[in-house]
Protein backbone atom coordinates (compact mmCIF):
# COMPACT_ATOMS: atom_id res chain seq x y z
CA UNK A 1 0.00 0.00 0.00
CA UNK A 2 1.17 3.35 -1.35
CA UNK A 3 1.34 6.23 1.42
CA UNK A 4 0.55 9.83 0.95
CA UNK A 5 1.14 12.76 2.99
CA UNK A 6 -1.41 15.89 2.90
CA UNK A 7 0.58 18.76 4.33
CA UNK A 8 -1.99 21.86 4.28
CA UNK A 9 -3.47 24.39 6.13
CA UNK A 10 -7.21 24.58 7.82
CA UNK A 11 -8.25 23.73 4.18
CA UNK A 12 -6.61 20.61 5.19
CA UNK A 13 -7.90 20.12 8.79
CA UNK A 14 -11.14 20.46 7.32
CA UNK A 15 -12.13 23.84 9.27
CA UNK A 16 -15.68 24.61 8.09
CA UNK A 17 -17.31 28.20 7.55
CA UNK A 18 -19.81 27.82 10.35
CA UNK A 19 -16.63 29.25 12.47
CA UNK A 20 -15.87 28.87 16.14
CA UNK A 21 -13.37 25.86 15.75
CA UNK A 22 -15.76 23.78 14.10
CA UNK A 23 -14.47 21.14 11.94
CA UNK A 24 -16.40 18.67 8.84
CA UNK A 25 -16.60 15.42 9.64
CA UNK A 26 -13.65 12.71 9.30
CA UNK A 27 -15.57 11.43 5.41
CA UNK A 28 -15.74 14.92 4.29
CA UNK A 29 -12.47 16.01 4.73
CA UNK A 30 -10.40 16.49 1.17
CA UNK A 31 -8.00 14.10 2.18
CA UNK A 32 -10.50 11.52 3.78
CA UNK A 33 -11.94 11.53 0.12
CA UNK A 34 -8.54 11.06 -1.66
CA UNK A 35 -8.30 7.73 0.28
CA UNK A 36 -11.81 6.49 0.02
CA UNK A 37 -11.51 7.03 -3.43
CA UNK A 38 -8.10 5.19 -3.87
CA UNK A 39 -9.99 2.18 -2.82
CA UNK A 40 -7.60 0.58 -0.65
CA UNK A 41 -4.48 1.62 -2.80
CA UNK A 42 -3.08 4.25 -0.73
CA UNK A 43 -3.66 5.91 2.98
CA UNK A 44 -3.39 9.56 3.38
CA UNK A 45 -2.23 10.93 6.12
CA UNK A 46 -3.95 14.71 6.97
CA UNK A 47 -1.42 16.94 8.37
CA UNK A 48 -3.36 19.63 8.26
CA UNK A 49 -2.58 23.10 10.55
CA UNK A 50 -5.10 25.92 11.17
CA UNK A 51 -3.23 29.10 10.02
CA UNK A 52 -0.28 27.26 8.49
CA UNK A 53 1.83 29.32 6.05
CA UNK A 54 4.48 28.14 3.39
CA UNK A 55 7.71 29.29 4.82
CA UNK A 56 6.70 32.59 7.31
CA UNK A 57 6.38 33.35 10.32
CA UNK A 58 3.33 33.96 12.98
CA UNK A 59 3.96 34.93 15.91
CA UNK A 60 0.03 35.72 16.76
CA UNK A 61 -0.18 32.14 17.43
CA UNK A 62 0.39 29.57 19.73
CA UNK A 63 1.28 26.96 17.57
CA UNK A 64 4.16 26.97 14.88
CA UNK A 65 2.77 27.55 11.72
CA UNK A 66 5.80 28.12 9.47
CA UNK A 67 5.28 25.23 7.12
CA UNK A 68 9.57 25.46 6.22
CA UNK A 69 10.37 24.92 10.17
CA UNK A 70 7.64 21.64 10.17
CA UNK A 71 7.81 19.48 7.71
CA UNK A 72 11.00 18.05 8.19
CA UNK A 73 10.22 16.90 11.58
CA UNK A 74 6.59 15.39 9.56
CA UNK A 75 8.61 13.73 6.82
CA UNK A 76 10.64 11.49 9.28
CA UNK A 77 7.67 10.98 11.21
CA UNK A 78 5.65 9.35 8.40
CA UNK A 79 8.23 7.74 6.06
CA UNK A 80 8.19 5.86 3.72
CA UNK A 81 6.17 7.95 1.61
CA UNK A 82 5.45 7.65 -1.80
CA UNK A 83 3.69 11.30 -2.41
CA UNK A 84 3.67 14.36 -0.60
CA UNK A 85 0.71 16.71 -1.56
CA UNK A 86 1.27 20.02 -0.53
CA UNK A 87 -1.83 22.71 -0.29
CA UNK A 88 -1.49 26.18 1.23
CA UNK A 89 -1.00 29.90 0.66
CA UNK A 90 -4.35 31.28 1.81
CA UNK A 91 -2.59 32.40 4.82
CA UNK A 92 0.71 33.90 3.04
CA UNK A 93 -1.24 36.44 1.31
CA UNK A 94 -2.72 38.28 5.00
CA UNK A 95 -2.16 41.28 4.92
CA UNK A 96 0.27 40.95 7.73
CA UNK A 97 2.31 38.28 6.22
CA UNK A 98 3.12 38.64 3.25
CA UNK A 99 0.61 39.63 1.14
CA UNK A 100 1.51 38.34 -2.15
CA UNK A 101 0.99 34.87 -4.16
CA UNK A 102 4.42 35.23 -5.52
CA UNK A 103 6.18 34.91 -2.12
CA UNK A 104 3.63 31.95 -1.56
CA UNK A 105 5.26 30.10 -4.21
CA UNK A 106 8.41 30.63 -3.64
CA UNK A 107 7.50 28.98 -0.35
CA UNK A 108 5.75 26.21 -1.97
CA UNK A 109 9.24 25.91 -3.91
CA UNK A 110 11.28 25.43 -0.93
CA UNK A 111 8.64 23.19 0.90
CA UNK A 112 9.07 20.94 -2.40
CA UNK A 113 13.20 21.09 -2.15
CA UNK A 114 13.00 19.58 1.68
CA UNK A 115 10.92 17.20 0.29
CA UNK A 116 12.95 16.62 -2.20
CA UNK A 117 16.25 16.55 -0.29
CA UNK A 118 15.57 15.31 3.36
CA UNK A 119 17.93 12.27 4.23
CA UNK A 120 15.13 9.63 4.54
CA UNK A 121 16.98 6.54 6.52
CA UNK A 122 15.20 4.63 4.33
CA UNK A 123 12.34 4.37 1.52
CA UNK A 124 12.78 6.42 -1.96
CA UNK A 125 12.22 9.93 -2.18
CA UNK A 126 8.59 10.89 -2.89
CA UNK A 127 6.87 12.64 -5.57
CA UNK A 128 5.61 16.15 -5.04
CA UNK A 129 2.38 17.42 -5.51
CA UNK A 130 2.02 21.03 -5.47
CA UNK A 131 -1.69 22.25 -4.97
CA UNK A 132 -2.89 25.94 -5.68
CA UNK A 133 -6.20 26.70 -3.05
CA UNK A 134 -9.22 27.69 -4.33
CA UNK A 135 -10.20 31.87 -4.62
CA UNK A 136 -11.32 33.70 -1.83
CA UNK A 137 -14.72 34.95 -2.05
CA UNK A 138 -16.58 38.52 -1.03
CA UNK A 139 -17.22 38.41 2.59
CA UNK A 140 -18.13 40.59 5.55
CA UNK A 141 -15.23 39.05 6.93
CA UNK A 142 -12.34 39.20 4.53
CA UNK A 143 -13.01 42.66 3.58
CA UNK A 144 -10.98 45.52 4.13
CA UNK A 145 -9.99 45.95 7.23
CA UNK A 146 -10.00 42.66 8.40
CA UNK A 147 -6.44 41.38 9.23
CA UNK A 148 -7.40 38.27 6.73
CA UNK A 149 -7.87 40.44 3.69
CA UNK A 150 -4.83 40.21 0.91
CA UNK A 151 -3.86 43.58 0.05
CA UNK A 152 -4.85 42.96 -3.89
CA UNK A 153 -6.45 39.99 -5.80
CA UNK A 154 -3.34 38.12 -5.36
CA UNK A 155 -5.28 34.68 -4.62
CA UNK A 156 -6.15 35.00 -8.24
CA UNK A 157 -2.47 33.96 -9.06
CA UNK A 158 -1.75 31.16 -6.87
CA UNK A 159 -2.58 29.17 -10.03
CA UNK A 160 0.05 31.18 -12.53
CA UNK A 161 2.20 31.19 -10.36
CA UNK A 162 2.59 27.54 -8.43
CA UNK A 163 2.09 25.77 -12.34
CA UNK A 164 5.52 27.78 -12.49
CA UNK A 165 7.41 26.59 -9.57
CA UNK A 166 5.99 23.06 -9.95
CA UNK A 167 8.14 23.01 -13.40
CA UNK A 168 11.13 24.76 -12.43
CA UNK A 169 11.47 21.79 -9.37
CA UNK A 170 10.32 18.68 -11.17
CA UNK A 171 6.49 18.49 -9.26
CA UNK A 172 3.26 17.80 -10.17
CA UNK A 173 0.98 20.51 -10.46
CA UNK A 174 -3.11 21.14 -9.36
CA UNK A 175 -5.16 23.96 -9.20
CA UNK A 176 -8.06 23.59 -6.72
CA UNK A 177 -9.74 26.56 -8.14
CA UNK A 178 -10.99 24.99 -10.86
CA UNK A 179 -13.23 22.55 -8.96
CA UNK A 180 -13.75 24.46 -5.56
CA UNK A 181 -15.05 28.19 -4.28
CA UNK A 182 -14.73 29.32 -0.61
CA UNK A 183 -17.84 29.74 1.13
CA UNK A 184 -19.02 33.49 1.43
CA UNK A 185 -19.58 32.97 5.02
CA UNK A 186 -16.54 33.84 5.87
CA UNK A 187 -14.74 33.93 2.19
CA UNK A 188 -11.90 31.59 3.20
CA UNK A 189 -13.15 28.29 4.10
CA UNK A 190 -14.92 25.48 2.39
CA UNK A 191 -18.12 24.07 2.96
CA UNK A 192 -18.35 19.84 2.88
CA UNK A 193 -19.44 20.09 -0.57
CA UNK A 194 -16.29 21.69 -1.83
CA UNK A 195 -14.28 20.11 0.18
CA UNK A 196 -14.77 16.76 -0.62
CA UNK A 197 -14.38 17.87 -4.38
CA UNK A 198 -10.85 18.79 -4.10
CA UNK A 199 -10.61 14.63 -2.80
CA UNK A 200 -12.46 13.70 -5.71
CA UNK A 201 -10.64 15.44 -8.48
CA UNK A 202 -7.31 15.24 -7.29
CA UNK A 203 -8.11 10.95 -7.20
CA UNK A 204 -6.82 10.61 -11.03
CA UNK A 205 -4.08 12.60 -10.68
CA UNK A 206 -2.79 10.96 -7.72
CA UNK A 207 -3.82 7.19 -9.11
CA UNK A 208 -1.32 8.27 -12.55
CA UNK A 209 1.36 9.68 -10.39
CA UNK A 210 1.26 6.76 -8.06
CA UNK A 211 0.35 3.86 -10.99
CA UNK A 212 -2.18 2.89 -9.42
Known amino acids: MKTILAFGDSLTFGYSPEGNGVRHAYEDRWPSVLEARLGGGARVIAEGLNGRTTAFDDH ?3 ADRNGVRVLPTLLDTHHPLDLVIIMLGSNDIKTFITGSAFAAAAGMKRLAQIVRTYPYSHGGVPQVLLVAPPHLVPSPLNGPPALVSPRT ?7 FYYERAAAEIGAHFFDAATVAQADPRDGVHLDAANTRAIGESLTPLVKQILGL
Open 60 to 62: TAA
Open 153 to 159: EDDKLFG
